[in-house]
């Protein structure tokens, strides 16, 4: 399963611990997963911005962390990605908001 990461405000870039995660959960998924189990990366953001804003922001970082995977070796092909948006939000101030910013990956 790969580790939820999480990004800066406004940004779908990878930071060095969301690139370290993102290669420990790779090296994982290679030696225990299914060769035919595919993987969903849900791109999530905090309330601030529109509603179509954040879906537009949610897909470019869940795109982010495809991008990197593929690049360490995952199969294009099995990884799709979808967007939240600020559905999923649940933060109140900075704190909350922050953890609102993020991907998160499940096994199909």
């Not at 399963?1 to 060095?16: G, K, P």
């Not at 969903?40 to 529109?50: C, F, H, I, K, S």
């Not at 704190?95 to 990956?105: F, K, L, P």
Request: charged share 25%.
């Amino acid at each position: 399963m790969i580790e939820t990461v999480y990004f800066a405000f406004d940004s779908s870039e990878l930071d060095s611990a969301a690139r370290a995660a993102l290669q420990e959960a790779v090296e994982c998924y290679r030696s225990q997963a299914d060769p035919g189990l595919s993987l969903l990366l849900t791109g999530a953001a905090d309330p601030r911005g529109t509603e179509e804003y954040n879906i537009a922001l949610g897909e470019r970082r869940a795109q982010s962390v495809r991008s990197y995977l593929i690049s360490l070796g995952l199969d294009g092909s099995r990884v799709s990605t979808t967007s939240v948006g600020e559905e999923m939000a649940t933060g109140t101030d900075e704190a909350g908001w922050a953890r609102d910013r993020n991907v998160s990956g499940s096994e199909n």
